[in-house]
């Protein structure tokens, strides 16, 4: 499932993370990658040790904690720590696949997190660069994602993706996965369908009593499909 979610961010967390990233020390994207990565990513990234990773982190955090859209298409049970990125100069990421299983440190303990949803949030005006899009290849072709400032796109880890040419400019971005309650993206999607066409019925004045029985359906679904 591909799904733009606009509105992550508002104008006053925007301006902050613009003004903290514009500020902070970058380091070679290729640290947080493996050999074959290293030979396709050519990016900057914060230091998974940087303050201002954390602190920002907590900003985006807390932004999708308040988007109702956003839980409803991954329906999180974990997510990693939001990471940051910085594309100019030409730099670009080539074709791969994202981790199955990522590593990450909670309270102290390191923990593994299985990637099933892969996260973009863009927070650069897409005038302010030239290329950076976000291209995203399934059964249905190729697509191109360049969003503006402050809106995220969702799409299943599995999926092979790359970044385009920055030629013009610099791309700002966070980047983040989540652990999903329902592994299966085609379950995911169904989900999502359900619970729109229910908040439309519901604010349509429907049946209240189809509703409810909709409703239930719906827990119950996630019931059965969810891991938790």
């Not at 990125?85 to 102290?108: P, W």
Request: aromatic share 8%.
């Amino acid at each position: 499932m591909l799904l733009h979610v606009p509105d992550v961010l508002h104008a006053d967390q925007l301006a902050l993370l613009q003004r903290r990233l514009a500020a902070a020390d970058w380091t070679d994207g290729r640290e947080t990658v493996g050999a074959q990565g290293a030979q396709v990513k050519r990016n900057q990234q914060l230091p998974d040790t940087s303050q201002v990773k954390a602190e920002l982190g907590r900003v985006v955090l807390a932004a999708l904690e308040r988007h109702p859209l956003f839980f409803a298409a991954a329906l999180p049970l974990r997510i990693l720590p939001p990471r940051f990125n910085r594309y100019q100069g030409g730099g670009e990421y080539g074709f791969h696949v994202d981790g199955a299983v990522m590593i990450t440190t909670e309270d102290g303990q390191r923990t593994h997190l299985r990637s099933d949803v892969s996260c973009t949030l863009f927070l650069s005006p897409p005038e302010d660069y030239d290329g950076g899009e976000l291209v995203i290849s399934d059964t249905y072709g190729e697509h191109e994602v360049k969003l503006p400032a402050g809106d995220l796109i969702v799409y299943p880890s599995s999926s092979l993706h790359r970044v385009n040419p920055v030629t013009r400019g610099a791309r700002l971005a966070s980047f983040f996965w989540v652990q999903s309650m329902v592994r299966d993206d085609s379950a995911r999607r169904m989900l999502l369908e359900m619970d729109t066409a229910i908040q439309a019925l519901r604010a349509g004045g429907a049946d209240a009593d189809a509703v409810l029985q909709l409703t239930g359906v719906y827990h119950n679904l996630l019931r059965r499909w969810s891991e938790v």
